[in-house]
């Protein structure tokens, strides 16, 4: 049985940094994907960031370009989001999933994409 366990999330000022983890257990598919996602309260959860766990290629939604890094242990155990120059508008849950399937690009961001799926961390980011 997948398990995803997130950890890392918590409240700093804007321009502040945090590094979110999300350590998986029982996935043992060394290809597939797997994503972060956020959900602030009364808006839908948002595609954040994605890896591929067989080329480590990476994908970004363009709000978070270049201030949220990606990336993932050699064992592919565990995925981590370095989130830096945060804003008050990056305040939401962060839930990272997993997939084993091939997704095409326009889907690699896409939460119905994936079937798995940890319970979450809050990130709250104030001015």
């Known amino acids: 049985q997948v398990q995803l366990v997130e950890s890392g999330g918590g409240s700093v000022q804007a321009g502040g940094s945090l590094r979110l983890s999300c350590r998986a257990s029982?996935?043992?598919?060394?290809?597939?994907?797997m994503a972060w996602f956020r959900q602030a309260p009364g808006k839908e959860r948002e595609g954040v960031a994605s890896i591929s766990r067989g080329s480590g290629t990476t994908w970004y939604v363009d709000s978070v370009t270049g201030r949220f890094t990606i990336s993932q242990d050699n064992a592919k155990t565990t995925m981590y989001l370095q989130m830096n120059s945060l804003k008050p508008e990056d305040t939401a849950m962060y839930y990272c999933?997993?997939?084993?399937?091939?997704?095409?690009?326009?889907?690699?961001?896409?939460?119905?994409?994936?079937?798995?799926w940890g319970q979450g961390t809050q990130v709250t980011v104030s001015l």
């Open positions: 029982g996935y043992t598919s060394s290809s597939g994907y």
């Open positions: 999933a997993a997939d084993s399937q091939l997704l095409s690009p326009s889907r690699r961001l896409s939460p119905t994409a994936y079937d798995y």
